[in-house]
C-alpha cells in the first residue's frame, strides 16, 4: 500500500523548489514540493517545513524565505539540497546565489524566484505551515520548464513515509 499511496500522491502537480532562508549572516537552504499559491491581493504563498529541519529555526527567526523554482533539468541540484543537512554542511558554498530584498538566497540559476516575508504560521501535522507576502519575484528562464515532483522518484522516501503513516495501527 505504502507504494501505491506515494504513487498517488505523485499525481498531485506539484513543482520542486528550492527554499531559501536567513535571518542576519545565516542562510540556509533545501529541496521543497510542498509549496503553493494562497492569494492574488495579496500575493501570498505557503510552504511546508519540518520543525525538525536544520532551516526552521533560521526561517522562524528571520521571518523570510525564498522559492527557487527549478528547471526540468536541474534534478541533480534538488538533490544537492535535499539529500545533505545544513547542520553539517554548507550548501550554498557550490550553488551562485545573491540575497534577495528579504536577505534569503536566490540561486542564479533557477528558473525563477519568489522572495517572501512570512506573515503568519500554524502547526500542519509534522510539518509546520509558513504563509508569506511575495515581495520581489523574476521569470530567469522565459524558454525553461519547471522540474516536476513526480518526475524525481523517491527522492524524499516518500514510499517509506506513507508506509509509516498508512501501515502502522493508529
Not at 501570498?44 to 528547471?71: D, K, M, Q, T
Not at 503568519?120 to 515532483?149: F, I, K, T, W
Request: proline share 4%.
Amino acid at each position: 500500500m505504502a507504494d501505491d499511496m506515494a504513487n498517488l500522491f505523485r499525481r498531485l502537480t506539484a513543482g520542486v523548489y528550492v527554499i531559501g532562508v536567513a535571518h542576519g549572516d545565516l542562510r540556509n537552504a533545501f529541496t521543497a514540493s510542498s509549496v503553493m499559491q494562497v492569494s492574488f491581493s495579496p500575493l501570498l504563498v505557503a510552504l511546508c517545513i519540518n520543525p525538525e529541519h536544520a532551516s526552521y529555526p533560521i526561517l522562524s527567526s528571520g521571518r523570510a524565505f525564498s522559492i527557487n523554482v527549478l528547471r526540468a533539468d536541474q534534478q541533480a541540484l534538488a538533490e544537492h539540497f535535499g539529500t545533505q543537512s545544513g547542520r553539517t554542511v554548507d550548501k550554498l558554498s557550490s550553488t551562485s546565489w545573491r540575497a534577495g530584498l528579504t536577505g534569503a538566497p536566490l540561486l542564479q540559476d533557477a528558473l525563477a524566484y519568489f522572495d517572501c516575508q512570512v506573515i503568519s504560521e500554524a502547526e500542519a501535522g509534522d510539518h509546520r505551515l509558513m504563509l508569506g507576502r511575495v515581495v520581489d519575484g523574476a521569470v530567469l528562464d522565459a524558454n525553461g520548464q519547471p522540474l516536476l515532483y513526480s518526475a524525481t522518484g523517491n527522492l524524499d522516501h516518500s514510499a517509506e513515509l506513507y508506509a509509516k503513516a498508512f501501515c502502522e495501527p493508529r
